[in-house]
């Protein structure tokens, strides 16, 4: 195999795995995306929907007296419902996680339960969230760092690697950038990178990032509100 066949096979082997992996984090986007817009249910829906079987996990937030602060449930991956705070009571009082086990435990495929620490609040670390939350699956945060150690290990073309860690961290959505645009802009298809005068460094990278969060946080709204409309 001569070397010119051995490097357009390569290239287009490269361009297959950028595109899957970007394709894999677009779907990751929309689905960590719904949560951020749950739409409103009454205490008596979500009880109807554990009874029924319908609901496939249940995030709660509750008092050391057992009553519950928040409570948001998924009934698919794009569908999430929460009780509005201070609704979360019926006929028989508080709702408490005594109650919710029980429920819990009454239909045959019981909803997986997460408990979070009342006031705690998410995106704290250097590294984003949404790529590891439970609710997307593993295959997003596989696709993530598989696209973090290409980005470690190459020699990106716009921005130093750097500028692109700020970038996949603070920025929360570099990696989606990345695969889109490193080596070679996607839709230029397969093919020789190129190189670039003058590359973005650490300190604008930094900057950018900032931006690029914000931009995201408006997005994701924006999506989970979309999602929230179109699935009821």
Known sequence: MDSELRARILHRAGFVVRLVLLLLLLAGLVIVSARFSPSSRTLGQFRGAVLAGEVDRVTYQARESGELVSLTWSESPLAWRQVEAGGIAD???????????????????????????????????????????????????????????????????????????????VGQIGAVLYLMLEPRPLWRGPGEGGSRAKRVDGVRGCGYSILLAIAWSLAAMGLGRLAGLALG
Request: net charge negative; proline share 8%; hydrophobic share 50%.
């Open 91 to 169: 006929s028989e009082g508080a709702y408490t996680t005594a109650r919710l086990m029980a429920d819990a435990r009454r239909t045959f495929v019981p909803p997986s339960l997460v408990r979070e620490p009342v006031g705690e609040s998410s995106g704290d670390g250097l590294f984003p969230d949404w790529p590891f939350d439970a609710s997307g699956g593993w295959w997003i945060a596989a696709s993530w760092l598989l696209a973090f150690f290409a980005m470690l290990f190459s020699t990106p073309r716009l921005a130093n690697r750097w500028a692109w860690f700020w970038l996949f961290t």
